[in-house]
């Protein structure tokens, strides 16, 4: 009897253990092993074969979490709600508070309706000024110059230079400029400090600007109704600031033009620049030229003089022979369409130069100094010979001018 009673323990077990029974609030059904159609509460229970078409609805499952936590989440989600609210909230006002801050960004970087931005930190821009600046190569090949400091591009906006960018410091320092005529600028403002760690100057003014090189031919220049026929050629000058001095008194001498020979610095070197305090907006200048393209560029007929205060010509052994007298450089010379040419102090003037005043019937200018004095420089010479240059050009043509009037009033009593 015991060994019954436990085979019969042991059969109920495995009918539990498998589900042969199952059991759903007061119904019990013989089921099969099936699947689940839905994996979240099933809306309809399966029967077998012989009971099917009876439906019995399935149960409220109660839920084994207490009262009180189920009131706690609520109030939980409640709260997570209202944050969410009020975070959407927030950030709406946010953005629409940074939509009025950067419409203020807007209206401030302006100066008199011209709009300007402001150099990022790690903005290259002005870094890259350096390379304009130093490298003849790049500046030849990109077409642009760099100019630094409010006159110097104010004589080039106002010479009609095209002007690409501009840095500034200040809006105070932007505003010094024609701002009608930086309408197709880029204008940057950046920091005085990163304006004077790359600035070439001691006290810098705070703005620089890059142009397009200009054409000589294309600029408008100011000076151009006092100038006389007299045309400076510089032949060999390699000293920027000698170059530089030599072109500011070209301009202060009203020369017609400045031609530079292929030995010369660069025209738009930075301490040329300087030393030409604006020159190169007020008369035209001609850079790299060959001798041929020299002569294309002056007037026909026109007389060639060189000057000769250093015994240039006389001390080279190609121009001994050449036969071109000298003369004082307060005799008259001057009475007609004239060049001058001046060479630079250590290669002293070019072959060419000379074969040209012999071949003009120009003289050697002369220069005198007292014993026991070294030469005068290129750049005190060429002040010099142009200003006595300019002198007699002016007396000539008021002497030609006092006589056509002469020759007018007989013609007409």
Known sequence: MAAYTRGMICVISMIERHGFLTTRGCVTVESKRYVRGLRRKPVRVLFPENETGK??????????????????????????????????????????????????????????????????????????????????????????ILLEGRRLICDAL???????????????????????KLRRATLVKVKFEDIKLWSDVVAPQGVIAIFSRPDPSQLNFASKGHSVPLSLICDNIRDPGNLGTMLRCAAAAGCHNVLLTKGCVDVWEPKVLR??????????????????????????????????????????????????????????????????VIGGETHGLSLEAVQLAEKTDGHRLFIPVVPDVDSLNSAMAASILLFEGRKQLLKLLQTSGKKRQCKAERQFP
């Open 55 to 144: 439906v019995v609805k399935a149960p409220q499952i109660q839920s084994d979490e207490p009262k009180i936590q189920r009131e706690t989440r609520g109030r939980i989600i409640s709260a997570a709600t209202e944050h969410h609210e009020e975070k959407n909230s927030v950030r709406t006002r946010t953005d629409a508070q940074s939509a009025t801050k950067h419409a203020f960004t807007v209206t401030k970087n302006e100066v008199d309706g011209l709009r300007y931005e402001r150099a990022s930190p790690g903005d290259k821009r002005l870094a890259r000024l350096v390379s304009v600046a130093r490298s003849r190569t790049f500046r030849d090949h990109q077409g642009k």
């Open 158 to 180: 106002d010479a009609g230079a095209k002007p690409q960018t501009v840095f500034f410091s200040t809006v105070d320092r932007l505003r010094e400029l024609p701002l009608d």
């Open 275 to 340: 030393a030409a305090m604006g020159a190169h907006f007020r008369l035209p200048i001609y850079p790299s030229l060959d001798w041929d393209d020299v002569e294309n560029h002056l007037p026909k007929p026109v007389t060639v003089h060189v000057a000769d205060n250093y015994g240039w010509v006389s001390t080279r052994p190609n121009c001994k022979n050449m036969e071109v007298d000298t003369k004082l450089y307060y005799d008259s010379w001057a009475q007609s369409p004239t060049a001058l």
